[in-house]
Nanobody
Framework: QGQLVESGGGLVQAGDSLRLSCAAP????????MAWFRQAPGKGREFVAA???????FYADNVKGRFTISGGAAKNTAYLQMNNLRPEDTAIYSC????????????????????WGRGTQVTVSS
């Protein structure tokens, strides 16, 4: 399966904003749940946000109210608008597509996703 393509990371100061983009190079004709995960140095991969195939959104508690996920599930695209960034948001952010269309069971578990991007670095300085 093709890999997802991400863009939009960078180095910003605390309180700044960034927008990450993710797209699948292939069009399957089906709607998938898309998600963003992140991994900080020395830590495990962490769920950030998910856009369910029916466009319902889910967020981790520590980003709720600051981050917004959007996109087109049928187009396998996902965007992550990150506002009021904090130093603890520093991580490699990766986009992922759920392993089956029209599904989202345990959307917060990375093992349920089987197509990933390479990741994009987000660094927030204090």
């Amino acid at each position: 399966q093709g890999q997802l393509v991400e863009s939009g990371g960078g180095l910003v100061q605390a309180g700044d904003s960034l927008r990450l983009s993710c797209a699948a190079p292939d069009s399957t004709g089906s709607a998938y749940t898309m998600a963003w995960f992140r991994q900080a140095p020395g830590k495990g991969r962490e769920f950030v946000a998910a856009l369910r195939w029916d466009l319902t959104t889910f967020y981790a508690d520590n980003v709720k109210g600051r981050f917004t996920i959007s996109g087109g599930a049928a187009k396998n695209t996902a965007y992550l608008q990150m506002n009021n960034l904090r130093p603890e948001d520093t991580a490699i952010y990766s986009c992922a597509r759920y392993s089956r269309p029209y599904s989202s069971t345990e959307y917060y578990t990375d093992s349920n996703y089987n197509v990933w991007g390479r990741g994009t670095q987000v660094t927030v300085s204090s």
